[in-house]
């Protein structure tokens, strides 16, 4: 174990269950999970289906028998967001008290995308500000008409020291300006669930994927505006196919239940993201809790992982 000043860590794993969990996910976990029992921290598991329109029931179940088969446990939870939404509400009505937020009507497909933890594809145009002139109390005026909160965005730079990119500096105005948190008929975006959600936890270390970083600087304005302190963050660098293009869940050979129907051994994979991390140069078949003590941060690379399932998922002895 290293040796560390600050109380242990309270790392969270946060699946989506909206398609199966993916080689990109089984790694970053892996450095989730690490990152916490190396300093002999505590795991909470949250299950983040607020989306609705993207969640498949079986999804749920599927993400809690991916994670076992990778040998990744957890402490606290299944936390399940959609059982949330009172704490949720909470937060949104101090928003609202303090007008750090704004009720705007402007277009559906705008509104709709802010359930999903936006990936890079969905990132939308810079909201103009059309409604930014309205008051909280102004949603009273609408009715049953759908309508979504926004987020008013302070203009400048936001930066946070990132576990494995170091600092980082974003200006969330250049980043689509003010977001949206919730809507009235759909309830809270993912934007605020996870603020709340991590914060009420006691979560102190989020650990995702890279292409979570436009929404880190949203975040911590969202912390500062509630008056809580933000978590440190790590952003893992993507896992790419071998054409150098991001995995995502349409891929199916790379999904972990398709590996786990082949009979794939989770504990290879286990072994090939370990070297993949630089903790080891050999593939050496083992369980999430052999790298408790060789976990490093610091050897993580910088760039996207470049993988090749021929290189790792067939023992050539
Ligand atoms: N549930 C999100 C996702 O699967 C991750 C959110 C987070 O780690 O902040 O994309």
Redesign the pocket.
């Known amino acids: 174990m290293k040796p560390s000043q600050s109380p242990p860590a309270v790392g969270?794993l946060?699946?989506?269950p909206?398609g199966g969990l993916h080689l990109g996910?089984a790694r970053t976990f892996l450095i989730a999970w690490l990152a916490a029992r190396s300093g002999g921290g505590r795991v909470i598991l949250r299950i983040?289906d607020l989306d609705a329109a993207r969640v498949r029931d079986e999804a749920r179940d599927a993400a809690l028998v991916d994670l076992r088969w990778l040998g990744l446990d957890w402490d606290e939870g299944p936390y399940v967001q959609s059982d949330r939404r009172a704490v949720y509400d909470d937060a949104l009505d101090r928003l609202k008290a303090a007008e750090r937020i704004y009720p705007c009507t402007c277009t559906r497909a705008d509104i709709e995308r802010a359930a999903?933890?936006p990936?890079p594809e969905d990132e939308g145009p810079t909201y103009p500000g059309a409604c930014a002139h309205r008051l909280a109390a102004d949603a009273r005026a609408f009715g049953d008409r759908p309508f979504a909160w926004r987020f008013r965005v302070e203009p400048g730079p936001v930066a946070w020291d990132d576990q494995f990119l170091g600092r980082r500096e974003l200006d969330p105005t250049r980043l689509g300006g003010d977001f949206v948190i919730a809507r009235n008929t759909l309830g809270p975006s993912?934007q605020l669930a996870?603020v709340v959600d991590d914060a009420l936890m006691g979560v102190s270390q989020?650990v995702?994927?890279a292409?979570?970083v436009p929404?880190t600087p949203r975040q911590i304005l969202l912390y500062r505006a509630l008056g809580w302190t933000p978590p440190r963050f790590g952003h893992v660098p993507l896992v790419v196919g071998p054409d150098g293009r991001r995995l995502a869940k349409r891929d199916g050979s790379i999904k972990l239940s398709t590996l786990r129907e082949q009979g794939v051994d989770p504990q290879r994979l286990i072994g090939a993201l370990a070297r993949s991390c630089g903790w080891t140069s050999t593939l050496t078949p083992s369980y999430p809790a052999d790298w408790i003590n060789r976990y490093d941060p610091d050897s993580l690379p910088g760039d996207p992982w470049f993988m090749n399932p021929a290189e790792w998922l067939v023992d050539p002895s």
């Open positions: 969270r946060a699946p989506s909206t996910h983040e999903s933890a990936h993912y996870v989020v995702r994927g292409d979570l929404s």
